[in-house]
């Protein structure tokens, strides 16, 4: 008998239909959602925000929101809760209001999650003191819609001490630093973690550039003050070697938070430029990279204005940097958003006025800053692998280039080359172009994956054909 000739079956075919989809449904974990989170606006700055304002924060814990900033117009877009209370898998989330070490921030390195650390409840008495066993130390990821996943409860981590931030490269393995245990390797859900290096154990801002990890820290002599590496790479094992970059001394990096590392010139081939944030004399410090070593070329605030996160954004004009400061240890809190330019490029002093993006509410402070999240991309990337020294007397030049996509396998991929803003053609990794004049030429690659989507920033790479040494002063550019 066919269903439509019997009406009477329906409710139990529909009741059956619910019960196994509630079997089903048992064995997802699901990420929470405040019902009033919109998805993030790319571009936007996100603010680890500590305290309801409802009443004076405390060590024992206060809830914690996430605010949205429109760095244009410094209007508060949507501020996120996180959770509460526990649901599921899935933890509540809390700060020590007074501890301004903790609640740096982080996003992802594919661009997609925010990452943030926490505790798992309120506390009798001061939060960090608690062990990570009982207490766990949460890690949340929260995606571009706003979706909230606290389901890593670790009770290794910080223990008995601060949690103080996470970061990611793709949103399920995870890296966190904190006060105890130094830095950690674990994944998304985990209870566990490894630790990475047992010489560095008091860390601050853990986070990825360029396919590498590094960890901020103020502890010891002559050793890891300043910005370290760690391992090469995204280690997840055991006794990695940790590295304080080069030109960094106790006096440059006396006391340092966030930090934010870019690729400035065109004539140094990767990362070439630094920014720390210092709750110190140091304040905002700029390096460059000249020769191996990173050179302080400037600072702008003082040591009053307590820098701690930071975050930056590279353009066509130079480095738009925001930072949070003033954050304030004390029960009423405080803290400021701020907005730094500068556009004196690699090699050059950095010199420039905060602007004010928003100031903390009373009963509230301001930890740590990031951009916001943006969503997947259908779009492939580019990276270039190989490439002529910045400066070189041949006329002949090879390039070497290969790409990522979500759908596409990076064999799959073609690209499309443009040598000194000439039509994109297509061309095939490596390529290579002769009888190159004297000056400066600029080469560009894309990615294009099945789907014809076309990589929307391609990768670039400038270098100068020269008989002599007049061409020096690009490198600092």
Not at 334 to 356: A, C, K, Q, R, Y
Request: net charge negative.
């Amino acid at each position: 008998m066919s269903l439509r000739n019997a009406p009477h079956k329906m409710p139990m075919l529909r009741l059956l239909i619910a019960a196994l989809l509630l079997v089903l449904g048992a064995g997802f974990v699901l990420p929470a959602r405040p019902a009033f989170a919109a998805p993030f606006t790319p571009g936007n700055i996100v603010v680890y925000r500590v305290g309801d304002g409802s009443g004076p924060l405390a060590n024992t814990g206060n809830p914690v929101f996430l605010d949205e900033y429109n760095p244009a117009t410094g209007q508060l877009v949507q501020s996120i809760p996180l959770p509460t209370t526990a649901n599921g898998p899935h933890r509540a989330f809390f700060a020590s209001g007074t501890a301004t070490s903790e609640g740096l921030l982080s996003r992802s390195a594919d661009g997609r999650y925010l990452l943030l650390t926490g505790y798992s409840s309120r506390a009798g008495s001061s939060l960090s003191r608690t062990s990570s066993a009982a207490l766990p130390r949460v890690v949340a990821r929260v995606d571009f819609d706003g979706n909230i996943d606290t389901t890593t409860a670790l009770t290794d981590f910080a223990d008995g001490n601060n949690p103080r931030s996470a970061t990611s490269d793709d949103g399920n393995r995870l890296w966190v630093a904190g006060a105890a245990g130094g830095v950690r390797a674990t994944t998304i859900g985990a209870t566990t973690s490894t630790q990475l290096n047992p010489d560095l154990t008091n860390t601050r801002q853990v986070a990825i550039f360029d396919g590498q990890l590094y960890v901020s820290s103020d502890r010891g002599t002559n050793t890891f003050k300043g910005v370290n590496a760690v391992g090469i790479g995204l280690p997840t094992t055991p006794d990695q070697p940790i590295f304080r970059l080069p030109g960094l001394t106790d006096a440059n990096s006396p006391n340092t938070f966030g930090f934010f590392l870019a690729d400035v010139s065109d004539f140094v081939p990767g990362i070439d430029t630094l920014y720390v944030a210092n709750d110190s004399p140091g304040a905002l410090t700029k390096f460059s990279l000249i020769n191996g070593t990173w050179i302080a070329l400037g600072t702008v605030g003082l040591a009053g204005d307590a820098y701690r996160g930071l975050t930056g954004v590279v353009n066509d004009t130079g480095v738009t940097l925001y930072a949070t400061r003033k954050g304030g240890s004390g029960a009423g809190g405080g803290g400021e958003l701020v907005m730094i330019t500068d556009n004196s490029g690699h090699g050059g002093i950095f010199t420039g006025e905060p602007t004010v993006i928003a100031t903390a509410a009373p009963n509230t402070a301001f930890r740590g800053v990031a951009l916001a999240p943006t969503p997947p991309s259908p779009n492939p990337e580019t990276v270039i692998t190989g490439r002529p020294t910045p400066l070189t007397d041949s006329t002949e030049a090879t390039f070497e280039f290969t790409g990522s996509d979500d759908a596409t396998p990076a064999g799959s991929l073609t690209f499309e080359c443009s040598l000194d803003d000439e039509e994109f053609a297509p061309c095939t990794s490596p390529v290579t172009y002769t009888g190159l004049s004297l000056g400066v030429h600029l080469f560009r690659v894309r990615a294009v994956d099945t789907d014809t989507n076309v990589d929307p920033t391609p990768a670039r790479v400038r270098w100068a054909v020269v008989t002599n040494w007049s061409y020096l002063p690009l490198m600092q550019r």
